[in-house]
């Protein structure tokens, strides 16, 4: 097995240097590229993302990106008047299959833009980035226009906390990485695993199940190598990622979604008591922690998985027509 890793890094492992934009625009043809923002409170970070696709990206003759939509799922800040501002099409969550109830969680929005969207070509990005570079489009989707066998690409890079380089992807490294190198070692070669940046045929997203919280990368990614293999999976370095961290409880709550994804992935059987007990030091009267002791929060595991898209009668309808 590790001798298909160490094949499979030479192969389908990238630097989107090895792609100039030219090239790939040379290579976009008549297919149809669109990126998806999923965004809930990010009005700080999220046009000049958007800003930075549609004059890098979009503006062009032969433009890269046909479509940009920020889907909101439910914002109580400007996240969506700042999107549109800069020059995205937002869409709110909930108007997107008002048939289905919405559930919360980021799957949920990725699954429910697949509706939204008409790319041949579908490409999420995370609207928390900051520093944000085209590099990180352009990258991940040049393998998909320049490789007929590539269809899921994955960007790495670097992900510094504070000061400390590499040190951002806690979850990735305690959780993700023991799964996959134990469970799907054909896997272990990908760098940035819960990585929110990739790109998709729609061909094949259609076609996967999509967890609807924190489950989704890890989720996508184990269907989408028992659906086309490990040869249609490949990963572009993009440089440096920077974007805003979640504290340690918050992570906790991640990590226990990706163990539930994992799990309903390894065993459709008897599963264990989606919850999550986590403590939080209580506030005793005079300063926090003071003679307080802790206090114990349950919180529910993400459990919920939306199906294939091709499964739902008004995508098929859409597809039809």
């Known amino acids: 097995m590790l001798d298909e890793v160490e094949r499979w890094l030479a192969r389908r492992s990238w630097s989107v240097t090895d792609r100039p934009l030219e090239q790939v625009l040379a290579a976009k043809r008549g297919t149809r590229v669109s990126v998806v923002l999923p965004a809930l409170d990010e009005e700080a970070t999220v046009g000049d993302i958007v800003a930075v ?44 299959l008002p048939r289905i109830p ?10 429910r833009s697949l509706m939204a969207t008409d790319g041949d070509v579908v490409c999420f990005v995370d609207a928390d980035l900051r520093d944000f570079s085209a590099d990180f489009v352009s990258g991940i989707v040049g393998p998909l226009l320049t490789d007929p066998d590539v269809d899921f690409v994955k960007a790495m890079y670097d992900r510094p906390l504070g000061d400390a380089p590499g040190q951002g992807g806690r979850v990735t490294e305690l959780v993700a990485r023991p799964l996959l190198n134990l469970h799907w070692p054909r896997l272990a070669g990908f760098v940035q695993p819960l990585g929110g940046e990739y790109a998709v045929r729609r061909s094949l997203l259609e076609r996967l199940p999509f967890p609807v919280g924190y489950g989704v990368e890890l989720g996508l990614l184990v269907d989408a190598l028992h659906s086309a293999g490990l040869d249609a999976l490949a990963q572009v370095d993009v440089g440096v990622r920077k974007h805003r961290h979640q504290d340690e409880q918050a992570l906790g709550r991640m990590a226990a979604a990706i163990y539930r994804t994992a ?7 008897h599963l264990v008591r989606p919850w999550l007990t986590q403590f939080e030091r209580a506030d005793g009267g005079d ?14 595991v993400d459990t919920e998985e939306r199906p294939p898209m091709v499964e739902i009668a008004e995508y098929a309808h859409r597809r039809v027509a």
């Open 287 to 300: 300063g926090p922690g003071a003679q307080g002791g802790f206090v114990p929060r349950t919180y529910p």
């Open 263 to 269: 799990q309903l992935r390894l065993s459709r059987g």
């Open 102 to 111: 919405a559930l919360p969680g980021k799957g949920e929005v990725l699954w």
């Open 53 to 96: 696709i549609r004059r890098e990206l979009m503006s062009r003759a032969v433009p890269l990106v046909d479509e940009l939509v920020v889907v909101d799922s439910g914002s109580t800040d400007r996240t969506a008047e700042v999107a549109a501002a800069a020059g995205a099409r937002v869409v709110a969550r909930d108007a997107i």
